[in-house]
Nanobody, 129 residues
Framework: QVQPVESGGASVQAGGSLRLSCVHS??????????VAWFRQAPGEKRQGVAS???????YYADAVKGRFTMSRDDTTNTLALLMSSLQPEDTAMYYC?????????????????????WGQGTQVTVSS
């Protein structure tokens, strides 16, 4: 069973940094190539794509986080990481790890949460001013 598990969420001051991790155990070669992504959702708002990495390492970032967030994946350990720097109060949200078969996603839809099949439970990031 595929179950991403996130960790690393915390409360930080504006300008600080955090590193989120996701272990997407259960995904293996039998699932074929897959994309992994980070989404976030603030209270009362829609879930938004933060960053996504394709199976061939193409990486996509939301405009709001470009230059501040860096995403990486290590398929040998089934680990996805999100290094967040220069955090701002508007980055406060629940952050979710997600995965989807490469057959079900393409570049224009990397940030569409309805495309992704597997979801973690989320990890909370709170940035105070």
């Amino acid at each position: 069973q595929v179950q991403p598990v996130e960790s690393g969420g915390a409360s930080v001051q504006a300008g600080g940094s955090l590193r989120l991790s996701c272990v997407h155990s259960g995904l293996s070669d039998r699932h074929g190539h897959f994309w992994v992504a980070w989404f976030r959702q603030a209270p009362g708002e829609k879930r938004q794509g933060v960053a996504s990495i394709a199976h061939d390492s193409r990486t996509y970032y939301a405009d709001a986080v470009k230059g501040r967030f860096t995403m990486s994946r290590d398929d040998t350990t089934n680990t996805l990481a999100l290094l967040m720097s220069s955090l701002q109060p508007e980055d406060t949200a629940m952050y979710y790890c997600a995965a989807v078969s490469a057959l079900r996603v393409s570049e224009p839809f990397w940030s569409d949460p309805t495309v992704y099949t597997y979801w973690g439970q989320g990890t909370q990031v709170t940035v105070s001013s």
